[in-house]
């Protein structure tokens, strides 16, 4: 009896045992919810290293900046110095005869404090003119950042949207898979009673095996996606991402023209450029100021003694002082200040023309995107209609089949069109998502407006 029992509380504890373990994984899963877009973006924006770099940029401008306003304001150092000197015999001494008297070396402690400021009064606008260049390099900077930012917001979507293609155009090949495996059975009991021919049955056989084969190719780009996407989250696990498949799409009709102007005043790279422009004019500007004079003044306090001050009072005696003003000109600077120049020059043509060049790169893109909402948005409708009517001629299809007016390779080709069409309305609209938002960026717009 005891043994009887002991097995039954055994058994139920295995029992129990099993059961947990294969909860276990279905309650993962269920926790396991979809990410939706915006989550996708947030996640990019905190773990993305190009933003963290366009940051750090950023934090590098502002620090140059406060560097030239530093130049403005005069320097001031102190200084305390202590040790002990030693000297060596001497024969610096005269008697009355004029012959050297050579003197013993002695040692003593010295003590010396130190005070000094200096302020540059004119340096030829060096200084504001870098201030100048300063703050255009610091404005170009945030505007990196701020396109840095729109640019991965923008590719988060284009990776985002492509999981969510693949993951329904495999629903779609699922779907189609399982149709054909539902034909190939109904067509081997046809086969049976006499009704289909055994070359309708090998017919539907590829057809099902062909569509396996979309099915692992569906798959296969699925896990490429996930793949593209979890490396812009920087998530170690991305096989397992899943994403919300509701495409929610409002069309537009952007106006080429219309997005051309915006962009010239909106977009963050342009904008930045253009500063860097100005940055470089301000440069030429700064190394002019080498032909003209230099003003300044300083002030300089020492005290010296064998003895430490009482009471650290370096002001009472054994000390001196000077006030001192000074004009400075480079007479000849063997050529360097017209070498400053001339690269300088060469910097802000440099500047300029890289300017001009993503200006009109610009244009050609937004033409561009715009004609792909245009094109996408047509083939969207175009698709949607095509999918009725591929319903209602693979109904017609398989019906004339059953009733023995048409045949399998009528019915294939009915299958084949509507799978096309549903994968033709998906390929559409994640096309179109995928524009809008590099529109955006390339207007210089929020990409998620």
Request: with cysteine; aromatic share 8%.
């Amino acid at each position: 009896m005891n043994s009887t029992s002991c097995r039954a509380v055994i058994g139920a504890a295995v029992l129990a045992f099993v059961c947990a373990s294969a909860a276990a994984p279905a309650a993962e899963a269920a926790e396991a919810a979809p990410l939706g877009l915006e989550e996708c973006i947030a996640l990019a924006q905190r773990n993305n290293p190009d933003i963290a770099v366009a940051g750090e940029t950023f934090v590098k401008a502002e620090s140059g900046l406060l560097a030239s306003y530093g130049r403005l304001l005069p320097g001031f150092s102190l200084g305390f110095y202590t040790g002990r000197r030693f000297y060596g015999p001497s024969s610096v001494q005269f008697d009355a005869s004029g012959r050297p008297v050579v003197q013993d070396g002695f040692d003593y402690e010295d003590f010396t404090f130190r005070m000094s400021s200096d302020i540059q009064i004119f340096d030829g606008g060096e200084t504001m003119n870098r201030i100048r260049a300063s703050q255009a390099s610091r404005n170009a900077a945030r505007e990196g950042l701020n396109y840095r930012r729109s640019y991965v917001e923008a590719q988060v979507i284009r990776a985002y949207y492509n999981v969510v293609r693949y993951r329904m155009l495999r629903t779609v090949a699922e779907e189609s898979g399982d149709l054909a495996k539902r034909n190939l059975e109904r067509t081997e009991a046809l086969l049976e009673v006499g009704s289909a021919t055994r070359a309708d049955v090998l017919k539907a056989r590829v057809r099902h095996s062909n569509t396996r084969i979309d099915v692992i190719d569906a798959t296969n780009a699925l896990e490429i996606a996930r793949e593209e996407l979890g490396a812009l989250l920087r998530l170690e696990d991305a096989h397992s991402i899943e994403v919300d498949t509701a495409l929610a799409l409002e069309f537009k009709s952007p106006d080429a023209a219309a997005e051309i102007a915006y962009a010239r005043t909106h977009r963050p790279d342009l904008r930045g450029l253009a500063y860097n422009v100005e940055s470089a004019g301000a440069g030429i500007a700064a190394a002019r100021s080498g032909w003209f004079p230099s003003l300044g003044a300083s002030f300089n306090y020492n005290w010296n003694d064998r003895t430490m001050a009482e009471n650290l009072n370096f002001f009472d005696s054994e000390y001196a002082w000077s006030v001192t003003a000074y004009v400075s000109v480079d007479v000849f600077d063997r050529f360097l200040t017209t070498a400053s120049v001339r690269t300088a020059k060469a910097d802000h043509r440099i500047a300029q023309h890289t300017y001009d060049k993503t200006k009109l790169d610009a244009e050609k893109q937004i033409k561009q995107l715009v004609l792909t909402m245009v094109q996408t948005r047509e083939r969207s409708a175009v698709a949607s209609e095509t999918v009725e009517q591929a319903r209602e001629d693979l109904r017609l299809a398989e019906e004339r089949y059953r009733l023995g007016a048409g045949t399998m390779l009528e019915t294939i080709d009915a299958q084949v069109a509507l799978v096309r069409a549903k994968a033709d309305v998906i390929q559409a609209k994640c096309d179109y998502l995928i524009a809008e938002a590099d529109l955006a960026v390339a207007t210089g717009r929020n990409v998620r407006e």
